[in-house]
């Protein structure tokens, strides 16, 4: 019984000009692979770590233990205080109403105050203040490697 032949894609260093490519063709086949090809591992073999912190909400001194982006956010409103934290203050691309819907969720109180910002792509944008009083107990953050 004839093995199937594969089609694969072909470099044109592979070829030789004095042959006919229909020969070519006909040589590669499934066994003419070589088999010992290295394999491309895109999943590290640890997970990274999240971040994480833990903050004691004031003044009844209950701990609440947040993890990953909800963490690394509330970090940047203790940070802010009172002037809030904007989309425009942190990296583009962070989706910043998902991680305060994230600790409104975990039960804080945080405010939306709309404004409007000029420019060339004027528009509006929001500013979230954190309201409900926290200290930061634990800050177990991971820095990038």
């Known amino acids: 019984m004839n093995s199937p032949v594969w089609r694969l894609a072909v470099h044109a260093s592979d070829l030789n000009p004095m042959q006919p490519l229909a020969e070519f063709r006909k040589e590669q086949t499934m066994h003419s692979i070589p088999a010992d090809l290295p394999i491309a591992k895109s999943i590290p073999a640890t997970a990274p770590k999240k ?3 833990t903050v004691r909400i004031e003044p009844d001194g209950r701990t609440k233990r947040l993890e990953g982006r909800a963490a690394w956010m509330m970090r940047k409103l203790v940070e802010a205080g009172k002037r809030g ?7 583009t691309g962070v989706r910043v109403a998902h991680y305060i819907f994230l600790l409104r969720r975990e039960g804080f109180i945080i405010s939306t105050e709309h404004e409007s910002h000029g420019g060339p792509w004027a528009g509006q944008h929001a500013r979230y203040r954190l309201e409900t009083p926290v200290t930061i107990v634990d800050d177990g953050s991971v820095v990038a490697a």
């Open 51 to 53: 971040s994480t912190v």
């Open 85 to 91: 934290v904007t989309p425009l203050d942190l990296p």
